[in-house]
């Protein structure tokens, strides 16, 4: 399964691992046992870098926190859907990054673990995504 990437998809997700090596004491994340041993149901946060066009019709790309509910575990890679609609632009239908896509992620993009309430979890993970990743490899 490919993992998101700016050229391609005009957004991809930032290490967490990467961000807590740089800074260790300021930037915590979940144990790598807790973060391996995500299951169906539970919440996982994310940083999406996503490329937008500013006020001065330039491109930049823009940090944003969103949380995603696991609904999938495959080997090294999770499928989760997206439980925050994004701020750095207006959800059109040629956007991939909507509230209920699918989101592919590894163990090292995740910056925090929650539980969700069950029947909310439920809920979501109940409703046919906005949007499906493609689960071919690549």
Known sequence: MRLPNIATDG??????EAAHAKNPSSFWI?????RLNLR?????KLIFDIESVNDSDELEVNGERMWVIVSEVHSDYFIGILDNKPA???PSDEEYLVFGAE???RAEHVIDIGEPP???ANWQLSQNPERLWPR???
């Open 103 to 105: 989101i592919p992620f």
């Open 40 to 44: 169906r149901g539970l919440g996982a």
């Open 88 to 90: 750095s632009f207006d």
């Open 30 to 34: 979940p144990s790598l046992e807790e």
């Open 136 to 138: 071919e490899n690549g």
């Open 118 to 120: 069950e029947d909310y």
């Open 11 to 16: 957004w991809e997700l930032r290490s967490g």
